[in-house]
């Protein structure tokens, strides 16, 4: 079972950036795409970017498509979550899943292993 720790989270203002990160215990297996999802206060956990394997194919939502950038480092088990012109609205509990097999995932149900979160909190 693979592991995950995020950090990064903090306090922010809007305009302003932050850069998360993704931590996995042993070897990134292959195939493995990992992925961030965010929580807002109140709503339904929702998907926010994905990456594969190689990091050569990403998707991102809608909301966040031109400010954040995601990337992985396997040499350190790492994926990163870049976020710039951040916004109120980006305020949440931001989560960071695994998964292996075919496919990069875009659900929650799509990914086996999920870290505790880390909150992210933007003000205006």
């Known amino acids: 079972q693979v592991q995950l720790v995020e950090s990064g989270g903090g306090l922010v203002q809007a305009g302003g950036s932050l850069r998360l990160s993704c931590a996995a215990s042993?070897?990134?297996?292959?195939?493995?795409?990992r992925a961030w999802f965010r929580q807002p206060p109140g709503k339904d956990r929702e998907f926010v970017a994905v990456?594969?394997?190689?990091?050569?194919?990403?998707y991102y939502a809608d909301s966040v498509k031109g400010r954040f950038t995601i990337s992985r480092d396997n040499a350190k088990n790492t994926v990163y979550l870049q976020m710039n012109s951040l916004k109120p609205e980006d305020t949440a509990v931001y989560y960071c899943?695994?998964?292996?097999?075919?496919?990069?995932?875009?659900?929650?149900?799509?990914?086996?292993?999920w870290g505790q979160g880390t909150q992210v909190t933007v003000f205006s």
């Open positions: 042993g070897r990134t297996a292959n195939r493995e795409s």
């Open positions: 990456v594969s394997w190689s990091g050569g194919s990403t």
């Open positions: 899943a695994a998964r292996v097999g075919y496919g990069l995932g875009s659900t929650v149900p799509d990914f086996g292993s």
